[in-house]
Structures are given as C-alpha cells and as structure tokens.
C-alpha cells in the first residue's frame, strides 16, 4: 500500500491511496465541515506546498 499527502500552495491536504484521491483535508480553519476542507480558504491562506509519500511492504 502507498499512502500520499500532497498539499499544493495555499490549498488542502490531500489524501491519497495506492494513487486514488481519498479526501482532503483542512488547513485553514475556516471550513464548516472540519477535518475536511470545503474550500473556504480561497484567496485567504498562505501556506507552502509539500508531499510526503509512505509505502508499506
């Protein structure tokens, strides 16, 4: 199993397994769905983007 999370700039976490999009998540603090992200945040989030990949066996 390969697990991803990927967040471009300015944007939510999202979550991937075996390269299929679970979810996203929050990291504003402004959805009204938390831990997930509804994309409130657009226009009003500064934060960089990352990845980091974890596989297992």
Request: charged share 30%.
């Amino acid at each position: 199993m390969k697990v991803v999370l990927s967040a471009k700039e300015n944007g939510s976490l999202k979550v991937f397994v075996d390269e299929e999009k679970k979810f996203s998540l929050c990291r504003c603090g402004k959805s009204k769905k938390p831990p997930y992200c509804d994309e409130s945040h657009k226009g009003t989030f500064i934060a960089p983007a990352f990845e980091i990949t974890v596989a297992q066996g």
